[in-house]
C-alpha cells in the first residue's frame, strides 16, 4: 500500500518517541497541550520579569542587564527560560503543522483548524518580535528598524515608521508602545485566537502529561543554566550593528531585508501565509455522510453527546411527544462523519432485533449499525482455520484487509471508536475464537477519540462498557498506522497461539467431561 | 526477573528521553543566536537621509475680489483663497559624482496636500567622500532651490544622518 514520503516520515519519528517515551507521552501525540504548557512558562517568567524591567529607553537595557548578570540565579535563568521557552514553542507548533499536514488532518471538516491555526502563528512570531525589542539592544535596534521598513512598505505608514529610528527621535512613548503591545494586546489576542482555533472540538485539553511537562521543564531549565541567554551591546540609533546572533526562530525574515527590496519581503510571507491558508481546498476534500438521529429508538441518554469529538451533538428537550425528556440533535456543519456516536449509542446493540434490520438512535448513512452487524456475520462465517480471528479496523490505520486469509478476516469500520462494544461479543457468539480490534496507533486517533474510547469502553470505565460475561482473553486492541502491518501481523500471530492454547484446553476439559 | 526486566525497560527509556530532550534544547541553542549574520562589513558605514517636509503650494494663494466674497455665506468669507494641492518633492543625492539617489515624491493625501516622510538608507565604504544633495520642493521653480554639498568623513558603522529644517535647510550630523 503507497503511503506519501511525508506521511511516511512522520510516522517514522512518531515510532521512534513511541519507543522513547511511550504513547502516553510521547510528544508527538501533545503538540498542541505542549505548546499550551510552554506558554505557560512564557507567562510566568514574564511576569516576574516585568517587576525589575526598566520600560524607558534610558532603563531598559541597564535593567535588563541588571538580571541577566547580578540576579543570573533567579531572574537571568527566567529570562533565559522566557526565551528558550519562545523559542520550544515555535518549534511545536511547527511539528504540529507538520503532524497535520503528514497526516491529512488539515482538510474537509478540519479546514477550520486549520485556517485558524495559521495566523496563530503569525501572531506568536510577532509577539517574539515585539519581546526583542524590549531589550533595546543592537538586536533590539536591528529589528525594531527592519519592523519599521515592512511596515513603511505599506501603503499606510509610507515612510513615516522608519524615521522613528534614527539619531534623537526615538521617544519613550513609542517603545512604550511597544511594551504595551508586547505585555497585554498581543497575548490577549492569541489568547483569543487560540480559543477559536479549539472552538469546533469537545474535550479539549490543554495540559500535557506531567511527566512530559516536567520533562520538557528541566530541559529547558538544564539550558537556561548551560547557556543563558544574554543581550548584544545597547542600542545606539548612531552606529550601524555589524554582526548580530540573531533568533532563527522568529526573525529569520530580516536577513531576507538585507538583499530584498521590503514589497518583495512581504510578497513572500503573505504568499506563504496564504497558499497554507487555502492548503485545505486543494483540491477541496468531501466529508462522508453525515450523522442521522432516529428519534424512534433513541432515548436522549447523551452518551453520542459526551462521546463526540468535534461538538456536533447537543442535546435538547423532547420533540416528538415521546415519554423521554431529551433527545439528541446533530449539527450537520460540524459532523466529521466518523461515526463515534453510532459506537456510543446503547441502540446500536446487534443482540436486538436479530432478525430484522437493526435500527440505531444514531447512525452512519454510508456504514450502519445494521451493514456492520452483516459484515461481521459474513465475516465470520468466510473463515474455516484451526483457529479464527476477526480483526476490526478502520480507514485511517491499517487497512485490516490486508490480513483476510482462510482464518483471518477483516471488518474495516470509519473509526474503530464506531463499533459497539456489543459486536465484539457478537462475533464471538458467531463463532470466531478472537477478535482483534486495530485501528490508528494508540493515542493518535485520526478522529481524536475513536480508539481512547473503544479501550476505555473495554475496561470498563466509559459507557456503554464490554460486558462481564466476554471472554477477555479471546479479545486484543493493537492499534497501528498503515506501516504498522509486521508489528499487527506479529501480534495477530501471538494472539493466534494464545487462543489456540485455550482452544486445546477447551477442548480436553470437554473429553474429559465427556468420559 | 520480569520485575528486573522492567525496571531496565524504565531505565533505558528515561535514557532515550533524555537523549530527545538533549536534542531538543541543542536545536533551540544552536538556532537561537545561529548562524550569526553580518550587516555591515568592517570597513562600511552607513548613510542614511531622514526628514518630513511639505512641498511649497502648487499655485500661490488669491485674493478674491468683492464681488466673489458677496456670493459667499456671510461665515464662510475669508478674503484669500488658498489652493491646497503642494508641490511634489524631488531629490537627488549624489556621492563622489555618483548619483546614489534620486526620486520624486509625490505629496500624500486625497487632495495630495500633506507633507512627504523621506526614507532612504544605503550602505558606503567609510572614509572621505565628497557629499551633494539636491532638493526641488516647488512647481513654480525651476530647478533644485535647496542645495548642499560638503566633504564627509564617516568612520566605520557610522551612520551619517541627513537631515532637513525648513529655516536652516540641509542638516549633515
Known amino acids: 500500500m503507497l503511503v506519501n514520503p511525508v506521511k511516511r516520515a512522520y510516522l517514522a519519528l512518531e515510532s521512534w518517541f513511541n519507543v522513547s517515551f511511550g504513547t502516553e507521552w510521547n510528544p508527538l501525540y501533545h503538540l498542541g497541550t505542549l505548546s499550551f504548557f510552554l506558554f505557560w512558562v512564557i507567562l510566568v517568567s514574564g511576569i516576574y520579569l516585568f517587576i525589575p524591567f526598566h520600560g524607558s529607553l534610558a532603563g531598559a537595557y541597564e535593567s535588563v542587564e541588571y538580571m541577566t548578570h547580578e540576579q543570573w540565579y533567579m531572574a537571568g535563568v527566567m529570562r533565559s527560560l522566557h526565551r528558550y521557552a519562545s523559542d520550544a514553542v515555535v518549534i511545536t507548533v511547527l511539528l504540529h503543522m507538520f503532524k497535520e499536514l503528514a497526516s491529512g488532518r488539515y482538510r474537509g471538516f478540519r479546514w477550520f483548524s486549520w485556517v485558524t491555526g495559521v495566523p496563530s502563528l503569525w501572531m506568536i512570531i510577532t509577539l517574539g518580535i515585539t519581546g526583542y525589542w524590549l531589550v533595546w539592544d543592537e538586536l533590539a535596534q536591528y529589528v525594531a528598524v527592519g519592523s519599521a521598513r515592512l511596515m513603511d512598505a505599506l501603503p499606510i505608514f509610507s515612510g513615516a515608521m522608519t524615521r522613528n529610528f534614527v539619531a534623537g527621535e526615538m521617544t519613550d512613548r513609542f517603545f512604550i508602545l511597544i511594551e504595551f503591545l508586547h505585555l497585554l494586546g498581543q497575548p490577549l489576542l492569541l489568547f483569543f485566537m487560540l480559543w477559536i482555533h479549539v472552538k469546533r472540538m469537545s474535550n479539549v485539553e490543554i495540559n500535557p502529561p506531567f511527566g512530559l511537562a516536567m520533562g520538557t521543564f528541566i530541559a529547558l531549565l538544564g539550558l537556561s543554566f548551560v547557556k543563558p541567554a544574554v543581550s548584544h551591546a545597547p542600542a545606539d540609533l548612531s552606529v550601524m550593528p555589524q554582526v548580530l546572533n540573531i533568533d532563527w526562530f522568529y526573525l529569520n525574515v530580516y536577513p531576507l531585508l538585507e538583499i530584498w527590496p521590503e514589497k518583495q519581503v512581504w510578497i513572500l510571507t503573505t504568499g506563504v501565509t496564504f497558499l497554507l491558508m487555502i492548503l485545505p481546498w486543494l483540491p477541496p476534500k468531501k466529508d462522508g455522510l453525515k450523522a442521522v438521529v432516529d428519534l424512534d429508538h433513541c432515548n436522549g441518554c447523551g452518551l453520542c453527546f459526551d462521546d463526540c469529538p468535534f461538538d456536533a451533538i447537543s442535546v435538547q428537550a423532547r420533540t416528538d411527544g415521546a415519554k423521554f425528556d431529551n433527545e439528541v440533535v446533530v449539527h450537520p456543519s460540524l459532523c466529521a462523519a466518523c461515526g463515534i456516536c453510532a459506537g456510543s449509542c446503547p441502540s446500536s446493540n446487534p443482540f436486538r432485533s436479530a432478525r430484522e434490520e437493526l435500527k440505531t438512535g444514531i447512525d452512519m448513512p454510508q456504514l450502519t449499525a445494521n451493514d456492520m452487524r452483516t459484515k461481521t456475520a459474513e465475516a465470520v462465517a468466510a473463515m474455516d482455520g484451526e483457529v479464527n480471528i476477526v480483526v476490526f479496523g478502520c480507514e485511517h490505520g491499517l487497512n485490516v484487509h490486508r490480513f483476510d486469509s482462510d482464518d483471518t478476516r477483516g471488518v474495516r469500520l470509519i473509526c474503530s471508536g464506531m463499533m459497539p462494544p456489543t459486536l465484539v461479543e457478537y462475533a464471538l457468539k458467531q463463532g470466531a475464537d478472537g477478535v482483534m480490534v486495530t485501528g490508528c496507533r494508540h493515542n493518535d486517533c485520526y478522529y481524536r477519540f475513536g480508539n481512547r474510547w473503544t479501550r476505555l469502553r473495554f475496561e470498563g470505565s466509559r459507557k456503554p462498557i464490554l460486558r462481564g460475561r466476554a471472554d477477555r482473553r479471546r479479545i486484543r486492541v493493537h492499534g497501528g498506522a498503515e506501516t504498522d502491518k509486521k508489528k499487527i501481523e506479529k501480534d495477530l500471530n501471538a494472539f493466534r497461539a494464545q487462543l489456540a492454547e485455550i482452544k486445546q484446553a477447551e477442548t480436553s476439559v470437554t473429553e474429559q467431561r465427556a468420559e | ?173
Not at chain 2, 511649497?56 to 461665515?75: G, I, M, Q, T, V
Request: a negative charge.
Open chain 2, 1 to 173: 526477573m520480569e520485575k528486573m526486566h522492567a525496571h531496565q525497560n524504565r531505565v533505558l527509556r528515561y535514557l532515550l528521553q533524555a537523549i530527545n530532550y538533549t536534542v531538543f534544547m541543542a536545536l533551540i541553542w544552536y538556532f537561537a543566536t545561529s548562524p550569526s549574520v553580518r550587516i555591515l562589513a568592517d570597513d562600511e558605514a552607513v548613510i542614511t537621509m531622514a526628514f518630513a517636509h511639505a512641498g511649497d503650494l502648487r499655485e500661490p494663494c488669491r485674493k478674491l475680489s468683492y464681488e466673489e466674497l458677496a456670493k459667499l455665506p456671510p461665515n464662510m468669507r475669508k478674503p484669500e483663497e488658498c489652493p491646497r494641492e503642494r508641490s511634489p518633492v524631488a531629490i537627488e543625492m549624489v556621492l563622489d559624482g555618483e548619483t546614489i539617489y534620486s526620486r520624486s515624491l509625490n505629496p500624500p493625501g486625497l487632495y495630495q496636500d500633506g507633507g512627504v516622510d523621506v526614507y532612504y538608507s544605503k550602505k558606503i565604504p567609510a572614509g572621505k567622500h565628497y557629499f551633494e544633495i539636491k532638493m526641488n520642493d516647488s512647481v513654480r521653480v525651476d530647478g533644485f532651490n535647496h542645495t548642499h554639498e560638503q566633504e564627509i568623513n564617516v568612520e566605520p558603522a557610522q551612520i551619517l544622518l541627513v537631515d532637513f529644517d525648513s529655516e536652516k535647510g540641509f542638516i549633515i550630523q
